[in-house]
């Protein structure tokens, strides 16, 4: 065996297991480094706490002298806790985090110092962020971007740094994060949702989106995985044949989770239970090494960076347990790749799930309106949503044959299949008497029923409803929620707004009732966002070709699906619903084009390499083995040594044929690069996309096949069976 991999497996097989000693309940460490509501009301004055308070409810602004209060508190907060630093935490467009940390510490007088900190500190700061993408929005030069509190996301300690949750804008007022657009998308839903939760109950005030993640990942042996340039470059193997047991006994799914990865999981549960990530459910998943996290879902903003900050700690927490985490969305050819559910609701002020039916017709007409509302806004804005979870690696699970397909649709089971079909058919306008009640007894009235049992769950939607959430099933495991979440949030805000002004304008112009006004835009919905509901298998090919005599889009690779967000139609929808104005849209298109096009451009250059410098010098080594040894049965053999050496000789000539074969592809797979880099933007990422990327499997299909004829002692890369099956 190679040396490396003969290193690496050793230095595995060593490691002593990690105890993890837990001696408190969860639920006493629950939340304890973060700078809660208990907290706020031990360390704030009650002017402080409640300026915070209006502050999240209702947006009012915080003034410096109350920011001054709040900020002293903070810090001894923070300070008995033993943190000594402090930062503003963000999300800029790379998709990560950043931090950047100043010590309380400061010098005052003659050789004395002390811990500081106030209000100007705490609400706004300017880093050094000209090195951040921001799309053009701001000239590097200028470096003028500031990060601003976020007080709806609770502050909390992180080692020994206190993290304050921020937005990162550009003086000129454009966003540069990934937060910014969602704090204005939940405020648009809150407004919408509220507007029409008026019809039912006017004791709400307010709306919240909520959201409960499911992040699956990958757990690799570190000195395993620092043995693959590959993994450690691109975050996934680019060659690597697969091993004669993949996933196929379905044996890891549910299985028993072993030692020295249930103690990275308890480690890592543990430090999420003080930051007051409610992670609750930890199990395998289908493939070897596969595992899921979720925690109870949180309001939209907060499970948002929950689940950033969440990212975080497990790159942290693996390292101490000598493991590598693989976010990436297809680490390994062949077997099931990781993706990041999105369950989404909302929920009112008075403790209502909008999306679960309740007890009284009235209630379940409210379900029905939200309910009717999501399917039309994802009829309308399929594309969107595509283009919101597009990224270079997810495209290798939507439109490559596995879990959901590129196509959004939209499942909601037989049982409210029937219901909107029979809503389908109200009469329009007044309804009789005796109408009015059969629909809220006989079709409205049989909805709480119906989801109890509603257990005919289809694992092949991209969206679906599930009892009482909506479960947005393509969201890439690699990527933030902030993305796709302002995207739902701001398509349903505003077919939300639509609805309220065609039901009070049937209130007013018709004299219908409000219920008559609901049921007959509703049935309209239904008949006009048909084509998005589709209850078979998303992953056939029958429904591709379906879904294409329907009119529904399959954008299979990123460049194609992020022209959508650039659309008339879609620019217009951020403006109107004061999300993003063009040139924020522009921005992130343009940022998010190019970090398609550097991602193909690395992996093409790391698969160049690792073909040039560790495959082929190898693959000639051995062949020079077999041609030494065909020598000598010549020389036993005389003229009839062909008879022994035949399958040497066609071994020698197969590994020639490949070595042919990856030598003259990296040549054109350069050029290719070469020609790409004269362009920019769409043209960049379409010449990646189509001229490069494909390159890409051509040679690992030559190199895999190389890995099975070269004797395994002198293979310099980790194999499939020993990055996945080493425990
Ligand atoms: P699975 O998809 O694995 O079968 P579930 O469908 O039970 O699991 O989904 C579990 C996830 O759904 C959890 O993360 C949970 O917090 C989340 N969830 C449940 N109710 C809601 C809700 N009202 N809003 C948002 N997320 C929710
Ligand atoms: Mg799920």
Known sequence: MATIRFNALQETLNRKVIKIEENKKRSEL???HVFNDKAMLQY??????????DAIEFGYKIDRKIADQIAVSMKSWALSKGATHYTHWFQPLTGATAEKHDAFFETINDGEAMELFDGGKLVQQEPDASSFPN????????????????PTSNAFIYETTLCIPTVFVAYTGEALDNKAPLLRALQAIDESATAVCKYFDKNVSKVNATLGWEQEYFLIDKALAASRPDIMMTGRTLLGHSSAKGQQLEDHYFGSIPTRIMNFMRDLEQECMLLGIPVKTRHNEVAPNQFEVAPIFEEANLAVDHNSLLMDLMEKVSQRHNFKVLFHEKPFKGINGSGKHNNWSLSTNTGVNLLSPGKTPMKNLQFLTFFVNTIKAVHDYEELIRASIASASNDHRLGANEAPPAIISVFIGSQLSEVLDELENVTK????????????????GKIPEILLDNTDRNRTSPFAFTGNKFELRAVGSWSNCAGPMTVLNTIIAKQLKDFKKEVDSLIESKELKKDEAVFNVLREYIKASKKIRFEGDGYGEAWEKEAKKRGLSNNKATPEALKAK???????????????????VEARHEIELEEYAKRIQIESRVLG?????????????????????????????GKDFNQYASEQIDLIKRISNHIAEINSKIEQMTDERKRANKFSGQKNADAYCNKVKPYLEDIRYHVDKLELLVDDNLWPLTKYRELLFTK
């Open 30 to 32: 629950f939340a304890q």
């Open 44 to 53: 704030m004055t009650k002017e402080a706490y409640k300026g915070v308070k």
């Open 135 to 150: 799309g053009g929005i701001r000239n590097t030069f200028e470096a003028r971007g500031y990060t601003a509190w976020d």
């Open 429 to 444: 306008g007044k309804l009789s008497p005796q109408e009015k009640t059969d629909l809220k007894l006989n079709i409205v």
């Open 566 to 584: 650039i659309s008339k139609k879609n620019i217009q929808l951020f403006e109107e619903m004061g999300v993003m104005n063009k040139i924020e």
């Open 609 to 637: 390499d690792i073909s040039r410098n560790h495959v082929i010098p190898t693959v000639i080594q051995y062949q020079n083995t077999l041609i030494e040894n065909v020598k000598g049965l010549k020389e036993i053999f």
